[in-house]
């Protein structure tokens, strides 16, 4: 599937603000309605399976790219975390 094309802006935008590589992205379609992500670290990589729900879809982008921006030694939904989660949102995510 091909990366869609909001998805590529804000891909670009938030590597560029935080002086990362471009992840490599794998993009699927489903039909079920809830978006799910993974963050490969030590790979640069990020795969995004869409669901129906196309906000979820932005959240999940937004999520899966913190995670590949915590720098932190701990992984997961560290305080660090969070705070870029939350930083991105107030950014990139609209109601």
Not at 2 to 13: H, L, Y
Not at 42 to 69: C, F, P, W
Request: hydrophobic residues 35%; aromatic residues 12%; proline residues 2%.
């Amino acid at each position: 599937m091909q990366e869609p094309a909001w998805a590529t802006v804000i891909i670009k935008e938030v590597c560029e603000e935080y002086n990362r590589n471009l992840p490599t992205m794998n993009w699927r379609q489903r039909a079920e309605y809830h978006t799910t992500g993974s963050t490969h670290y030590k790979i640069e990589r990020i795969a995004i399976t869409l669901g129906t729900d196309e906000q979820d879809h932005r959240l999940v982008l937004l999520h899966e790219l913190a995670h590949y921006l915590n720098q932190s030694n701990r992984r997961g939904h560290t305080k660090e975390f969070w705070a870029i989660y939350e930083s991105l949102i107030r950014k990139y995510w609209s109601e």
